[in-house]
């Protein structure tokens, strides 16, 4: 599973960026998607996942609505739209990917296996920031 995130940057507060989670291979509309993110310091945490099976969408409580997941099978990427970015949203921003078939899993239930069990990539650096 190869899976390049991009799209990270210096944005000031109540801004937006958009990621991007590329992956080549594979078909990622077969996959679970999920974003993870760490801050220096701190634990890494899971943002969001979109489902493989059904396009369903589990957010953590600190998004608070400011983030949209989506997914462009042309493309074979998934997206995590950022908007009203705060300084506590800096941090890298990792994704993952879980083949949806190996498991009848929810959204969140596939983003906790990934948590346990992802080999991270580069990620991609977002700073929040006046």
């Known amino acids: 599973v190869q899976l390049q995130a991009s799209g990270g940057g210096l944005v000031q507060p109540g801004g937006s960026l958009r990621l991007s989670c590329s992956a080549s291979?594979?078909?990622?509309?077969?996959?679970?998607v999920a974003w993870f993110r760490r801050a220096p310091g701190k634990e890494r945490e899971g943002v969001s996942c979109?489902?493989?099976?059904?396009?369903?969408?589990y957010y953590a409580d600190f998004v608070g609505g400011r983030f949209t997941i989506s997914r462009d099978n042309a493309k074979n990427t998934v997206f995590l739209q950022m908007n009203s970015l705060k300084p506590e949203d800096t941090a890298r921003y990792y994704c993952?990917?879980?083949?949806?078939?190996?498991?009848?899993?929810?959204?969140?239930?596939?983003?906790?296996?990934?948590?346990?069990?992802?080999?991270w990539g580069q990620g991609t650096q977002v700073t929040v920031s006046s």
């Open positions: 291979g594979f078909p990622l509309e077969d996959y679970h």
């Open positions: 993952s990917a879980l083949r949806a078939a190996d498991a009848d899993r929810t959204a969140l239930q596939a983003l906790d296996v990934m948590h346990e069990h992802s080999q």
């Open positions: 979109l489902s493989g099976s059904d396009d369903s969408a």
